[in-house]
Each structure stands twice: as structure tokens, then as C-alpha cells.
């Protein structure tokens, strides 16, 4: 969808970064490749990675890591588009969160579950220090963590709202898919809702419809993604 993002919204929005770790194998120089994330309910980006990839090894003797996103659709000229470094450091969620950040990332990387029975496998959240959004011209800057609220007010609800939405409502979601990105998904899923806006799958591929308000609760949410379905129908019944 066009329109300039905050940097909040484009960590939202992202669904891979290269992860730059310190390098243990050649000490002093940083090692980085391309990682899937998903932001936690507190707003940490969380990694799931092998004890056997090189990033495990490099974060068990030096977690500070950084994160760097980038749009995609910006291929063509990606230095003119938008981009965030997230610097970090690397730690294991707790127990009380890791059911919770697993089942969120398992519905946005579907292929990921087959690994959850592997023993050599393990969820990392990266706890912000500082981050680096260039926005566009003139959108350049430092941005400290307390001066970035990336948490999810509706954490604690967003699996039952995620089975509402696919159990009841496939075709409002096949609706959003249709007018605000142009995909006539066969199979559209709802991955994930927090107060900015909602994840999708259509047929595999990810999409992010922002809100035009922040929802800060159920209801909230109720009225954003009912406003958002009207504007869909509205403009394709032609009123």
C-alpha cells in the first residue's frame, strides 16, 4: 500500500532482515545473512535459529547483533527506499513467553513448525539498543528505544481474534486481499493483529494492511478491520 511508514510501522511490516553477528571464526569482523523475524509482544524482533548455524555460535560468545530491513519492493533503487538497522543484543525469551512467540511464528513462517520437534533449534529475541530509519529524503535519524513503542496491546487476544478471522470470516479476508493489494488469493490467513494493524498470507505470500486509526483493544480492532471491509465492497460493488 503507498504512503510513507513511520519506523515503527515498517519493523511491523517486515518479514526478513540480514542479521549481522560477531564473528567467532574470524574475530573483528561481522558475519551476515538473511533471517525471518517476527516482533514479540513486547516489540523485540525473535529469530528462530539452528544450534549448528554460525549465528547460534557467534551470539553464545557475543550477543550483540544488529538487524537490517528493507522493503523488498524497493529492489529496483534500494538506496532510495526505506530501511532500518535495529541494534541489539541477543537473548532466550523466557519460559513464560516462548509458547507464545513460537505460535506467532509459526503462523507467520507456516514451514518453521516442522523444526519445532528438533532439538537444535531455539528462539532469540533482540532486545533493542539504538535504531537507524531512513525514511526518505530528509527521514534520517537515531531512534532510541524508549522513543519507539512497538509492543502489542493485543497480545493476549490476538489468537482467538486470528481463529475468529479464519474460521468465520474467509471472505472479508479474501476481500482485503482483493482490493488493497490487487491478489485474488484462493487461500487467504490472518497471521497476526496488534494495535497499528493486521498480518495476512495470501497464498504464501505476506501482506501487512495497516489501520487508518490505532486500536487499542478488541473493539477497536472490530471497527478498524469492519471500516476496512466496507471500503472493499464499497469500491468494488462501484458505490
Known amino acids: 500500500m503507498p504512503g510513507q511508514r513511520t519506523a515503527s510501522e515498517f519493523l511491523r511490516a517486515g518479514r526478513y532482515g540480514v542479521l549481522a553477528t560477531q564473528s567467532r571464526s574470524l574475530p573483528g569482523y561481522p558475519f551476515g ?32 547483533v544488529s538487524l537490517t530491513v528493507f522493503d523488498p519492493a524497493d529492489a529496483a533503487d534500494p538506496q532510495a527506499g526505506a530501511r532500518l538497522t535495529c541494534i541489539a543484543e541477543a537473548h532466550a525469551p523466557s519460559a513464560d513467553a516462548t509458547g507464545a512467540v513460537a505460535e506467532r511464528y509459526y503462523r507467520f513462517f507456516p514451514a518453521a513448525r516442522a523444526y519445532a520437534g528438533m532439538h537444535d533449534f531455539s528462539f ?34 490476538e489468537a482467538g481474534i486470528v481463529e475468529h478471522m479464519n474460521g468465520d470470516h ?18 487467504a490467513t490472518l497471521v497476526g493483529a496488534d494495535a497499528d494493524g493486521v498480518d495476512l498470507l495470501a497464498d504464501g505470500v ?7 486509526a490505532r486500536a487499542e483493544g478488541v473493539e477497536a480492532l472490530r471497527q478498524q478491520l469492519i471500516a476496512r471491509l466496507r471500503e472493499a465492497r464499497e469500491t468494488a460493488s462501484g458505490a
Open 170 to 187: 474467509a471472505d472479508a479476508l479474501r476481500a482485503y486481499c482483493r482490493h488493497f493489494f490487487g491478489r485474488d488469493a484462493q487461500q
Open 124 to 157: 532469540y529475541a533482540l532486545r533493542p539498543v539504538r535504531l537507524r530509519y531512513i525514511g526518505g529524503f530528509g527521514k534520517i535519524g537515531w531512534i532510541e528505544p524508549h522513543e519507539i513503542d512497538l509492543s502489542n496491546p493485543l497480545a493476549d487476544a
Open 33 to 64: 545473512s538473511i533471517t525471518p523475524y517476527v516482533l514479540s509482544a513486547v516489540g523485540e524482533p525473535v529469530i528462530y535459529i539452528s544450534t549448528l548455524a554460525e549465528h547460534t555460535k557467534n551470539i553464545g560468545a557475543d550477543p550483540r
Open 206 to 212: 505476506a501482506l501487512r494492511l495497516p489501520f487508518t
